[in-house]
């Protein structure tokens, strides 16, 4: 049930724009994002609801596309502070907030 | 703030001994979850539980079991540690309907 994300990994200069995808082979009921730093736990980003209800963060967006069964996070005019492991995690269940995670995309974003 | 603590950052045990790795909330959230993070593979997800005593098998369940006694603590319990459980623990906790999870720092665990 794990989420296919890509890329893997994606280097950045400070003020680029970077696109993280994510795909399920089943329907999903929620996507989740969040952040990893590197020896950190992960920060929540973002939740995509089915039926288009849309929670955010600044500067970060993310569409759902349910038919799809795919979402991906946009992340505009990086950062240094971007920098670290992106997580999708799915909820195939209605309300269940039972997340299976993808295995990250690693961003590196340089001055 | 809200918090969830896992009682250890590092752990070292020997092949076949027994593992005990405790979390704590204090948000009061129903939902807890005990995931395993590995190099190129994420973070696959073990046991879950909605209630109190209630638990839930995750992916990959083998050679772990779960105890919600109470709310706010969630235990994950390696009966007889073997080298493929090395591996970094991240507790998580969550409101019942479709919410954000809280990660704990994670304990990192080596199994010689």
């Known amino acids: 049930q794990q989420p296919v994300q890509s890329p893997q990994a994606v280097i950045l200069r400070e003020g680029e724009d970077a696109v993280i995808n994510c795909s399920s082979s089943?329907?999903?009921?929620?996507v989740h994002w969040y952040r990893q730093k590197h020896g950190e736990a992960p920060v929540f980003l973002m939740i995509l609801l089915k039926g288009g209800e849309q929670k955010g963060h600044e500067k970060i967006s993310a569409s759902f596309n349910e038919k799809k069964q795919q979402s991906s996070l946009y992340l505009t005019a990086s950062q240094l502070s971007y920098s670290g492991t992106y997580f999708c995690g799915t909820d195939t269940q209605t309300g269940a907030n039972n997340l299976f995670f993808g295995t990250g995309t690693r961003l590196t974003v340089i001055p | 703030d809200v918090k969830v603590t896992q009682s250890s950052r590092y752990l070292v045990k020997r092949t076949g001994e027994k593992v005990f790795l405790e979390c704590v909330q204090d948000?009061?959230?129903?939902?807890m979850f005990w995931y395993r993070q590995d190099p190129g593979l994420g973070l696959r997800l073990i046991y879950f539980s909605y209630d109190v005593k209630m638990k839930e098998k995750g992916d990959i369940p083998e050679g772990y079991s779960v105890s919600r006694e109470k709310k706010e603590r969630f235990s994950l319990i390696l009966e007889s540690a073997s080298t493929n459980q090395t591996s970094m623990y991240l507790c998580?906790?969550?409101?019942?309907?479709?919410?954000?999870?809280?990660f704990g720092e994670g304990s990192r665990l080596t199994v010689l």
């Open positions: 089943k329907a999903l009921y929620s």
């Open positions: 998580a906790s969550s409101f019942q309907n479709t919410g954000e999870l809280f």
């Open positions: 948000m009061d959230h129903e939902n």
